[in-house]
């Protein structure tokens, strides 16, 4: 699982700081920030409803704006990346539009970020948050039956990890397949080599122990009855992106097997940022394959 070379720190650093290798990363912030406020004020939405208790424990609900005489539209939950110690819920707002407009209830949530918590405990947030919604978007249109989870970056990290959740033992409400499938764009499955990143090892604060806890990729995909009852998990990155963003990517399918990552591709000409824009472009295989998640086809 570990990383191929010897960790050498400025190599690390070249492969994992995504704002230094694509040097007009603030423009994709801004437009996304500006793209987010018009969806917020267009969309009919729940905003900052709590899911928990502590810090940053809070999501957006947007509910399907076209149904298909489906009762119940299908939920996208988007977990938004950042090296799980940067942006928020309300920069993403924007991938909303998309969706809705065919049919579906989208999630956006927040967690609170390193260092003031550790990988692990946000990953907690994170099945807290997707209680929440088994729980309660029913009464928001969306259907507990039919939740997928889309992951970006660090997001791409605890979608896959949710994947493995064994819910059953973190509340007994929880259905085992909580989770029906994922995508995950350029998802880290592998957190050995962040341990020694110098740009974010002082804010992750990486143990062994952590590593090993929150490495999906170190996390045996075996379940009892059908393999298929959780469904499946996407892997896809930027054609552009660094060598070990690929890695990464291939990395999930060698470990899980292709019958539980049946989708592992680089996306041509895309970096770590454009990679999410295409999300929403209609027409563009990313988009595609999420429309296919959510059987929006």
Same mark, same amino acid.
């Given at each position: 699982?570990?990383?191929?070379?010897?960790?050498?720190?400025?190599?690390?650093?070249?492969?994992? *700081?995504?704002?230094?290798?694509?040097?007009?990363?603030?423009?994709?912030?801004?437009?996304?920030?500006?793209?987010?406020?018009?969806?917020?004020?267009?969309?009919?939405?729940?905003?900052?409803l709590?899911?928990?208790h502590?810090?940053?424990e809070?999501?957006?609900?947007?509910?399907?704006?076209?149904?298909?005489?489906?009762?119940?539209?299908p939920?996208?939950?988007?977990?938004?990346?950042?090296?799980?110690?940067?942006?928020?819920?309300?920069?993403?707002?924007?991938?909303?539009?998309?969706?809705?407009?065919?049919?579906?209830?989208?999630?956006?949530? *927040?967690?609170?970020?390193?260092?003031?918590?550790?990988?692990?405990?946000?990953?907690?947030?994170?099945?807290?948050?997707?209680?929440?919604?088994?729980?309660h978007?029913?009464?928001?249109?969306?259907?507990?039956?039919?939740?997928?989870?889309?992951?970006?970056?660090?997001?791409?990290?605890?979608?896959?990890?949710?994947?493995?959740?064994?819910?059953?033992?973190?509340?007994?409400?929880?259905?085992?397949?909580?989770?029906?499938?994922?995508?995950?764009?350029s998802?880290?499955?592998? =957190?050995?080599?962040?341990?020694?990143?110098?740009?974010?090892?002082?804010?992750?604060?990486?143990?062994?122990?952590?590593?090993?806890?929150?490495?999906?990729?170190?996390l045996?995909?075996?379940?009892?009855?059908?393999?298929?009852?959780?469904?499946?998990? =996407?892997?896809?990155a930027?054609?552009?992106?660094?060598?070990?963003?690929?890695?990464q990517?291939?990395?999930?399918?060698?470990?899980?097997?292709e019958?539980?990552?049946?989708?592992?591709? =680089? =996306?041509?000409?895309? *970096?770590?940022?454009?990679?999410?824009?295409?999300?929403?472009?209609?027409?563009?295989?990313?988009?595609?394959?999420?429309?296919?998640?959510?059987?929006?086809?």
């Amino acid at each position: 699982m570990n990383s191929p070379t010897t960790p050498d720190p400025a190599w690390l650093d070249a492969q994992y *700081n995504n704002r230094a290798l694509v040097p007009d990363h603030g423009r994709y912030f801004e437009r996304w920030a500006r793209d987010s406020a018009v969806a917020r004020e267009r969309l009919p939405g729940l905003l900052n409803l709590a899911y928990g208790h502590g810090a940053g424990e809070t999501l957006d609900v947007f509910p399907a704006q076209r149904r298909d005489n489906d009762p119940l539209a299908p939920v996208l939950v988007f977990i938004h990346g950042g090296y799980w110690r940067s942006l928020d819920k309300s920069d993403h707002s924007f991938l909303a539009p998309a969706f809705v407009s065919q049919g579906a209830c989208v999630v956006i949530p *927040n967690y609170a970020l390193c260092p003031a918590v550790t990988i692990p405990q946000i990953t907690l947030q994170m099945v807290e948050a997707l209680a929440w919604v088994h729980r309660h978007i029913a009464v928001h249109g969306g259907d507990p039956r039919r939740i997928s989870v889309v992951g970006h970056s660090a997001g791409g990290h605890l979608a896959a990890m949710l994947m493995v959740c064994e819910w059953e033992r973190h509340a007994p409400d929880l259905p085992p397949d909580l989770v029906n499938n994922a995508l995950s764009i350029s998802g880290v499955f592998d =957190l050995e080599p962040l341990r020694h990143t110098p740009f974010l090892k002082d804010s992750l604060r990486l143990t062994p122990q952590a590593v090993r806890m929150a490495s999906p990729a170190g996390l045996p995909k075996e379940w009892p009855d059908a393999q298929d009852e959780r469904g499946v998990l =996407l892997s896809v990155a930027g054609g552009s992106e660094s060598q070990e963003f690929q890695r990464q990517c291939r990395l999930i399918r060698e470990a899980w097997g292709e019958a539980s990552v049946p989708v592992c591709e =680089l =996306l041509p000409g895309l *970096n770590h940022f454009s990679v999410l824009d295409a999300l929403v472009q209609p027409g563009h295989r990313l988009h595609h394959l999420a429309r296919q998640l959510l059987d929006l086809t």
